[in-house]
């Protein structure tokens, strides 16, 4: 079955504990991207990477690190998390890359609802 | 201006009724667009693209774009309860960046 696997899917932490968000995606996507998603404020992209070793920066990436270097999986990690990045957060892939016109078709994984105390 | 607007909602509408919702986008050169839904508690899914002025029909979907107007519409004929969710717009822009509306609550009732 294709899909996009995050873990874990609930976490509560503190201040300052690092942590890391996995995804990882069964469908040899080429394009990975990370979003947050908060009431009123819609999905906003965090990072994204359009193959293995290449990343860049979305709209809100203060704050958040990523990694690719397989081409399944792409974690997210909080280096020193704070009760602002307290959101629902989704990994997504995409066959198409960002500049053709099918771009756009994501599939998503389940989402992590992360609490920073 | 937000690049990708939605009216959040809720849109009520009874059972059997058509549901329209509708986006605004301000990037003129925007290529493609998409609906995806989203219930309560679970991730977006696409149900809608859409690339060429007109509509395009899927079963009981059907999304309009007017690029002209910068604007595009998904309407659900015969709506169902099981339609009820939360519809987000999802804008690629020129700029090669998917851009997401913050969506629309609909609520159809029995």
């Known amino acids: 079955e294709a899909q996009v696997t995050q873990n874990p899917r609930y976490l509560i932490t503190v201040t300052g504990k690092k942590l890391t968000v996995t995804c990882s995606q069964n469908m040899n996507h080429e394009y990975m991207s990370w979003y947050r998603q908060d009431p009123g404020l819609g999905l906003r992209q965090i990072y994204y990477?359009?193959?293995?070793?290449?990343?860049d920066k979305g709209d809100v990436p203060e704050g958040y690190k990523v990694s690719r270097k397989e081409k399944r999986n792409f974690p997210l990690i909080l280096e020193s998390p704070s009760p602002n990045q307290t959101s629902l957060y989704f990994c997504?892939?995409?066959?198409?890359?960002?500049?053709?016109?099918?771009?756009?078709?994501?599939?998503f994984g389940e989402g992590s609802r992360l609490t920073v105390l | 201006q937000k690049e990708v607007e939605q009216n959040s909602g809720p849109l009520s509408v009874p059972e059997g009724a058509i549901a329209s919702l509708n986006c605004t986008y301000s990037?003129?050169?925007?290529?493609?667009f998409f609906w995806y839904r989203q219930y309560s508690g679970k991730s977006p899914e696409l149900i809608m693209s859409?690339?060429?002025?007109g509509d395009k029909e899927d079963g009981r979907f059907t999304a309009q774009l007017n690029k002209a107007s910068q604007y595009v519409s998904l309407l659900i004929r015969d709506s169902q309860p099981s339609d009820s969710a939360t519809y987000l717009c999802?804008?690629?822009?020129?700029?090669?960046?998917?851009?997401f509306g913050t969506g629309t609550r609909l609520l159809v009732s029995p």
């Open positions: 990037d003129r050169v925007s290529q493609s």
């Open positions: 999802a804008v690629n822009t020129g700029f090669q960046k998917l851009v």
């Open positions: 859409i690339y060429s002025n």
């Open positions: 997504a892939s995409s066959l198409s890359p960002t500049s053709g016109i099918r771009a756009g078709e994501l599939f």
């Open positions: 990477s359009m193959n293995v070793e290449v990343t």
